[in-house]
């Protein structure tokens, strides 16, 4: 599996281009699955999940105009609620997802998408799914693929406790850096958690993603970020 994980999303020509090329194709021909579970976690997930889907809310404008990683004109595209597959066989909904092209993972509160991913058990089935296949992480959905987020990123609580995530890198990630309506996301702020974290960190901001191919990282960016080093 190959992952562009973002801030904001599809945001700059940079970042799209490099999705067509994860993809290998163009957009227009890819099959997509929306994953929006972690919004659930926000106290207005449900309406959130319906405006992104309809494309009324503006978390990635990109030139054309785009609203979500709905919008940007996929072959077909799906949804995948991770709270409802383990109440139905996996002959229901596997073969979709190893049929797809690309994972849209939306963002919202990254403990509780972790504890859906591996409730659904797609946190087991991730490394399992063909190399070919794009994961595209925003916010949240970019964070949960690091071993852990830090108690800062700690909102909704696991029943286990923790804030140990996927790790299926292995370095985590600070998204909205210098968000102008984010004043906690400032460099400072983000500097000190990176100096929490056990292992290499990334401080990116919505205009900043992070590629990984077959374990090799590429920091793809129209704006600014930091990496860190513990």
């Not at 562009?4 to 999303?9: E, I, K, Q, V």
């Not at 002959?91 to 509160?109: C, K, S």
């Not at 056990?198 to 090799?216: E, H, K, N, S």
């Amino acid at each position: 599996m190959k992952f562009l994980l973002t801030s904001g999303g599809i945001t700059n020509t940079s970042i799209h281009d490099a999705l067509v090329a994860l993809l290998g194709k163009p957009i227009a021909e890819s099959s997509a699955l929306y994953i929006p579970t972690a919004l659930h976690a926000n106290t207005n997930g449900s309406s959130m999940v319906a405006r992104l889907i309809r494309g009324e809310t503006n978390t990635a404008p990109f030139p054309d105009g785009y609203t979500s990683m709905c919008e940007l004109g996929w072959k077909s595209l799906g949804l995948l609620e991770l709270t409802a597959l383990p109440s139905i066989g996996e002959e229901r909904w596997l073969p979709l997802v190893q049929e797809t092209d690309v994972l849209l993972v939306e963002g919202g509160d990254p403990m509780y998408l972790c504890y859906w991913m591996r409730q659904s058990r797609l946190a087991d089935l991730l490394p399992e799914l063909p190399r070919e296949m794009v994961y595209v992480g925003l916010s949240a959905g970019s964070m949960v693929m690091a071993p852990s987020i830090g108690e800062d990123f700690v909102r909704w609580k696991p029943p286990i406790g923790g804030d140990r995530t996927l790790g299926l890198v292995d370095f985590a990630i600070f998204p909205h850096l210098d968000y102008p309506s984010m004043p906690d996301n400032s460099m400072a702020n983000a500097e000190k958690w990176a100096a929490s974290m056990p292992v290499p960190t990334y401080l990116i901001d919505d205009q900043t993603a992070i590629q990984v191919v077959d374990g090799v990282v590429n920091v793809i960016s129209e704006g600014h970020w930091k990496q860190s080093t513990p």
